[in-house]
């Protein structure tokens, strides 16, 4: 059974950093492409950074770039987001998803999705 499991959300203040994890399970990440999108309240889902499976080049939104990074441990079957400098504005339900090299930011293109992690960027 193909799942994907999201962790690391939680309650940060401004200028701090969290460090999220999406780990698989049924399958192997390095062959696709893992998106990480958020969603706030009121919001549609949004794609922030995604790396592909094929050469592993990572993409970001302009909101996050230079802030946040995507990484493929392959040892633990896991794609990281590690977000700093963390704003109010980042607050948000995070999903991560698993597609094809090519699925870019429409979430549509994207076949299994986790449940979510909160995070909220509050002081």
């Known amino acids: 059974q193909v799942q994907l499991v999201e962790s690391g959300g939680g309650l940060v203040q401004p200028g701090g950093s969290l460090t999220l994890s999406c780990a698989a399970s049924?399958?192997?990440?390095?062959?696709?492409?893992i998106g990480w999108f958020r969603q706030a309240p009121g919001k549609e889902r949004e794609g922030i950074s995604c790396?592909?499976?094929?050469?592993?080049?990572?993409y970001y939104v302009d909101s996050v770039k230079g802030r946040f990074t995507i990484t493929r441990d392959y040892a633990k079957n896991t794609v990281d987001l590690q977000m700093n400098a963390l704003e109010p504005a980042d607050t948000a339900v995070y999903f991560c998803?698993?597609?094809?090299?090519?699925?870019?930011?429409?979430?549509?293109?994207?076949?299994?999705w986790g449940q979510g992690t909160q995070v909220t960027v509050s002081s």
């Open positions: 049924g399958f192997t990440l390095d062959y696709y492409a």
């Open positions: 790396i592909t499976g094929y050469d592993r080049r990572t």
């Open positions: 998803a698993m597609g094809p090299d090519g699925a870019g930011w429409d979430p549509y293109k994207y076949n299994y």
